[in-house]
């Protein structure tokens, strides 16, 4: 019986471990590629383990993983492909035939083909299935510069949205806005997606946390806004990240350190190459800066970067909207976790680790974007409770300041603080 | 360093390794896992760690008192008691406290100005707070004496529970850290199970619910129609459950692979047939302890029907505020009281127990609509979630028939589960040691590629 080799076996430690310790071995043998872009994006630091690659055995690994997740990618489709037509059956059931004619023109798949040579398949245009591409799942280098249009595309794009006199981007039920960022953006974006959904404007949140613009291997906000854009209905995409980006770089399989100027090149052509690919598709770009931080490290360079956003977006189809005056009212210099209003009350707007927002300052931000529109009702009011009517609507007064630079702290940002404060 | 990280496999594989070539030491082996707990927590933030050390001083300052003046040992827990509800509560409730005053204060005309003042909530410090409770209580009542300084230590500090439960009771883990026979390597195949269960549970499920269904329809929910709304208010629900049943099977599997056989925390709650089942198989830990320590001391079912009642719903209101000092935390702990009361009024007429399918779809429903109140941003929102159902004006943009259908699979794969469970623990226990790691490999790999990259974060982290 005991030579049984299906027999149950005793626990023990000296059986127990090495299994364990050979199961994680496989696991690191396999996806040893993904833990170094793991290592690099949460430590900043190099594991070395991609070096491996280029041995036969480590590379039989990735190829594995590779294969398998290949193979899930199929199947993902063929879901989605099923899930498509079980949301038109719905509607069909819900509606009858004429629901078909009515639904959005999600359901389309179009392929765009990148200067990359690599074909991307779009997303739907809600974006609600939009797979978080992992490490394998990237498709296409951060250093692809705009796609070229094809022309029979561009022409179904719809036109790009009119400026209002004071500046501001005018906005119709027929638009839809395209929020893009890290975990800052995760927090305002549902802010801005409510306050438009109540003037009827669509609206799609792509913001994941921990992505940036400096380890596209971990998250390629190009590629992926290269993918979303093409056979949407995008019309305005609201940018704002940078919180993870203040480290160094891997160039070329060396460590690039953080602001040099080949750093900055590099960072300023993923910065242009999503810009440009946004004006090419009649997209109006808002990016927003980021705020001051509450860590040392990241405070320094996030006002390096700051200037390469603020020089990639001044041609007037995409405007620079800076943060740190907003945030840091009573000093746009320096980090503040509290502000201090006008009236003497005091708001906290960041959260402990010194990088994220509280609510309030949450909805200040999301007011601070929809202030950038022109909205088509007049009576829409930005997020806030019913209690405390806001003193000001931003989207139905005039603007105190050209919405395209920065706003003072000014008026305009006391509007803000009081409208958050009420909420 | 998060239990779901790659640093913290590579790091637990080889505490293992140390600490099971301590197996002869008793004594060295706690003296390990309390480092190792130490280390893992203050890798956090140092400041919890310094926390954590110095309040589990306090406490055992206060037991080795009591042990030491018998005769008053239950004023010392008094205040023992007292005192650490008052530190959970200034960590947890001072920025919802400075608010509230404040905004009294401005409406009573007064023009004041509270200072914010910068607390950070130590991660896990509720759970900690309720282990010492149970233990100064347990001492007061003379069930048992203060442990020595370092089983009481590594009983508070316990790496695997540290950070959101299960909470043990003094005399399931404490027990178990006293003993003082050499530590058995328990049920590895079942630990193997558990952790395999909450990577499925967790990174891939929990997250793929949480991106598709759940985030998009709570963050605009006008967007929506009310089948998709209901189908969202449905993916939450399971969501959550795989959350933190997957973070539960996460830490028993890690304590078991330790020697300790910590309780269940989930028994399939969603399969409870009223609301009195489901809170007996919802974070069985946390509501057992609120059952001894706030229920029974409130007067329990002890000063008849309607005081019971009351108290009910009171035990249920505070295990809300728990959640969080916020209305709409309140709002989910009184649903869940007035169902509770709802239900014995019901069964006081009927002269007979709740039960049976109809009444598990009510209770389930009970549940989602409350799950609505915890999750959405503030009551508000989750009010004006709920009115969405009722909306109809627009196509459907997501699948909700695949929603629904999805949700059946659910129950159905619950209602096997245990077996399911059972069987698998027979299959690893009968595999080939060669061909094991292999199976385990291909499982965990699965698993990284379909859930979202990076860690993701447990929901009940902040509590």
Redo the contacts between chains.
């Keep these: 019986m005991t030579l049984n080799p299906f027999a149950p076996k005793k626990s023990s430690p000296l059986t127990t471990l090495p299994v364990l310790a050979a199961t994680l071995a496989l696991v690191v043998w396999m996806r040893h590629d993904a833990l170094d872009t793991y290592w690099q994006q949460t430590r900043h630091s190099e594991l070395g383990l991609t070096d491996l690659s280029q041995a036969p055995v480590w590379a039989k690994g990735v190829q594995w993983a590779a294969d398998l997740n290949k193979s899930l990618g199929e199947h993902q489709q063929q879901w989605d492909e099923i899930g498509s037509r079980m949301t038109l059956a719905a509607n069909i059931v819900i509606d009858g035939p004429q629901a078909v004619d009515r639904l959005h023109p999600q359901a389309a798949r179009v392929v765009v083909q990148t200067n990359a040579g690599a074909m991307l398949p779009s997303t739907s245009a809600d974006g609600t299935h939009l797979k978080s591409a992992g490490p394998v799942l990237a498709y296409a280098p951060a250093t692809a510069t705009a796609a070229i249009p094809d022309p029979s595309v561009l022409a179904e794009r719809p036109p790009l949205p009119p400026l209002a006199e004071n500046g501001r981007i005018v906005l119709t039920p027929q638009d839809k806005v395209l929020l893009v960022g890290d975990s800052m953006m995760q927090g305002v974006a549902p802010h801005v997606a409510r306050a438009l959904q109540k003037a009827n404007i669509a609206s799609l949140d792509l913001s994941k946390q921990s992505t940036g613009l400096a380890y596209p291997s971990y998250f390629d906000w190009p590629a992926t806004v290269q993918r979303t854009i093409p056979g949407s209905k995008i019309t305005v995409m609201v940018v704002f990240m940078g919180a993870n980006d203040t480290w160094d770089m891997v160039l070329g399989g060396h460590y690039e350190p953080f602001g040099t100027t080949r750093w900055q090149t590099m960072y300023t052509s993923r910065i242009d190459s999503m810009v440009k690919f946004a004006e090419s598709q009649n997209v109006r770009v808002i990016w927003l800066g980021a705020p001051n931080m509450g860590k040392e490290k990241i405070n320094s360079g996030v006002k390096v970067l700051n200037q390469l956003y603020k020089a990639e977006t001044s041609d007037g189809v995409a405007r620079y909207v800076s943060t740190r005056e907003l945030l840091s009212a009573n000093n746009p210099e320096e980090y503040q976790k509290h502000i201090t209003r006008e009236d003497g009350k005091v708001v906290t707007v960041r959260t402990d680790d010194g990088i994220h927002f509280t609510r309030d300052g949450q909805v200040m931000l999301s007011n601070l974007i929809m202030q950038q529109f022109e909205l088509p009702t007049v009576a829409v009011v930005p997020e806030a409770a019913p209690a405390q009517a806001p003193n000001q609507a931003p989207t139905s007064a005039p603007n105190p300041a050209p919405v395209p630079t920065p706003p003072a702290p000014t008026a305009a940002t006391a509007a803000i603080l009081t409208t958050a404060k009420s909420s | 360093m998060s239990y779901l990280s790659?640093e913290f496999?590579?790091f637990f594989?080889a505490f293992?390794?140390i600490y099971?070539s301590l197996?002869r030491w008793n004594t060295a082996q706690k003296i390990v896992l309390l480092i190792a707990s130490y280390g893992l927590y203050a890798g956090l933030d140092w400041v919890f760690g310094a926390i954590l050390a110095i309040y589990s001083v306090c406490v055992i300052a206060a037991l080795a008192l009591m042990a030491l003046l018998p005769s008053i040992r239950k004023w010392i827990a008094g205040l023992a008691i007292t005192a650490s509800v008052l530190n959970l509560a200034v960590f947890k409730y001072f920025?919802f406290f400075r608010e509230t005053i404040?905004n009294a204060a401005?409406s009573a005309g007064f023009?004041w100005?509270?200072?914010?003042l910068?607390i950070?909530?130590p991660v896990g410090i509720s759970f900690y707070t309720f282990q010492s409770i149970a233990y100064i209580v347990a001492v007061a009542r003379g069930e048992r004496e203060p442990a020595k300084l370092l089983d009481s230590a590594l009983y508070l500090a316990f790496f695997p529970t540290l950070l959101s439960g299960p909470i043990c009771r003094p005399n399931v883990l404490l027990a178990q850290i006293e003993s003082t026979e050499r530590r058995q390597?328990?049920?590895?195949?079942r630990a193997?199970w558990l952790i395999l269960s909450a990577l499925v549970k967790k990174v891939w499920l929990a997250s793929w619910l949480a991106?598709?269904w759940v985030k998009?329809l709570?963050?605009?929910p006008?967007?929506y129609q009310g089948?998709e709304l209901l189908a969202g208010m449905y993916a939450f629900a399971v969501q959550i459950y795989l959350d933190f049943s997957g973070y539960s099977d996460l830490v028993i599997g890690m304590a078991l692979?330790l020697g300790y056989k910590l309780p269940d925390n989930f028994d399939y709650p969603y399969l409870a047939q009223s609301l009195r089942d489901f809170w007996r198989r919802w974070h069985i830990s946390l509501s057992t302890w609120i059952r001894d320590y706030i229920y029974i001391p409130l007067g329990g079912s002890r000063h008849g029907w309607g005081r019971t009642q009351l108290t009910l719903l009171t035990s249920m209101v505070i295990s809300g505020i728990w959640h969080g000092a916020s209305l709409k935390y309140i709002i989910w702990g009184a649903m869940h009281g007035f169902g509770v009361v709802a239900q014995n009024i019901i069964e006081k007429f009927r002269g007979k127990p709740v039960r049976g399918v109809f009444a598990g779809v009510v209770t389930f429903h009970l549940v989602c609509v409350a799950w609505v109140f915890f999750r959405a941003?503030g009551w508000?929102e989750a009010v004006n979630y709920l009115s969405g159902f009722a909306r109809?004006n627009?196509?459907?943009?997501?699948?909700?028939?695949?929603a629904f259908g999805l949700l059946i699979v659910f129950f159905i794969f619950t209602w096997f589960s245990r077996n399911f469970s059972e069987t698998a623990v027979?299959v690893l226990?009968?595999m080939?040691?060669l061909v094991?790691?292999?199976v385990?490999?291909a499982i965990?790999?699965?698993v990284?590629?379909?859930g979202?990259?990076?860690v993701p974060a447990f929901l009940y982290y902040s509590y």
Excluded: C, Y
């Excluded at chain 2, 390597?185 to 195949?189: I, V």
């Design positions: 790659p496999a590579v594989l293992l390794v099971w197996g920025d404040q401005d023009d100005a509270l200072p914010a910068d950070l909530l390597f328990l049920e590895a195949d193997i991106d598709t998009p709570f963050a605009n006008d967007a089948l692979l941003d508000h109809f627009a196509p459907l943009q997501m699948n909700v028939i695949g027979r226990e009968r080939p040691l094991k790691p292999v385990l490999a965990v790999l699965a990284n590629l379909l979202p990259s990076g």
